[in-house]
């Protein structure tokens, strides 16, 4: 799959804070069209030395059942019709608020070795839930041109209440000054902790959350990102 090419990544601290704040005003919130038919779920982690980034894409086919939305759903009713890895050299310091310029390069090779073009990508990380509305899922969303969802594990910024237990329900994420929307706290999974689910480009909210649901099974994370991770986790232990 080809990718844009929007910037480079030998940056300084001042230039990649710039990058965002310019960037982000491109990320597009606009409805989904149509019922994506091949959803890619990326992950990464870095290797034991802290030298390396591995990043895996996964693209996931959902047949069309008659379960409807949040309906319990198993593993087994995906087909897994693509995966790709990457390994790349660290190459941007840690620095909380621009983890994508450590994590983005290698996500990016990864997908460009995918022969299939997915219609959305769920990304680990945060999409405009983020102090400058441009997390990994929102920087790789430019880079791909396409419907992103950024699916986190936990919160970086913005104020919520607690969802309600049952599965499906969600509250929302609110910047803590503005009290603007910037993501949904949604429950995959009942009396779990939920997961922090924003836009990352070229959908909304709503869709952005109606996908994440759709794609959990009986686990916490997506079922697309939740495969990623194994493959990262497999590649790590050999890297």
Not at 79 to 96: C, G, L, M, N, S
Not at 143 to 165: Q, Y
Not at 204 to 225: F, G, N, S, W
Request: glycine share 6%; aromatic share 8%; charged share 25%.
């Amino acid at each position: 799959m080809q990718t844009k090419k929007l910037h480079i990544w030998d940056l300084s601290y001042q230039e990649a804070i710039a990058l965002q704040k310019c960037l982000s005003k491109e990320v597009q919130l606009v409805q989904l069209q149509g019922k994506p038919k091949a959803v890619a779920g990326i992950d990464c982690a870095f290797s034991k030395d802290k030298q390396r980034i591995i990043a895996a894409a996964v693209i996931l086919s959902k047949p069309d059942t008659q379960k409807g939305l949040w309906e319990p759903i198993e593993p087994s009713d995906f087909e897994v019709v693509e995966k790709a890895t990457a390994i790349q050299k660290v190459t941007f310091p840690y620095i909380p608020g621009l983890l994508s310029f450590r994590e983005a390069p290698a996500c990016l090779a990864a997908v460009e070795k995918l022969k299939i073009e997915p219609d959305v990508f769920i990304i680990d990380g945060q999409g405009i839930a983020h102090p400058r509305r441009f997390g990994l899922a929102a920087h790789l969303g430019l880079f791909f041109d396409k419907p992103t969802i950024g699916c986190a594990k936990s919160r970086l910024t913005g104020t919520f209440e607690e969802p309600p237990p049952e599965k499906g329900k969600y509250t929302l994420l609110l910047d803590e000054p503005t009290q603007e929307t910037i993501g949904a706290v949604v429950r995959t999974r009942s009396n779990v902790e939920p997961v922090f689910v924003s836009v990352g480009n070229k959908c909304t909210l709503k869709d952005a959350v109606e996908i994440t649901l759709t794609y959990t099974t009986k686990y916490r994370l997506p079922e697309p990102t939740r495969l990623a991770h194994q493959v990262v986790t497999k590649a790590k232990s050999t890297a």
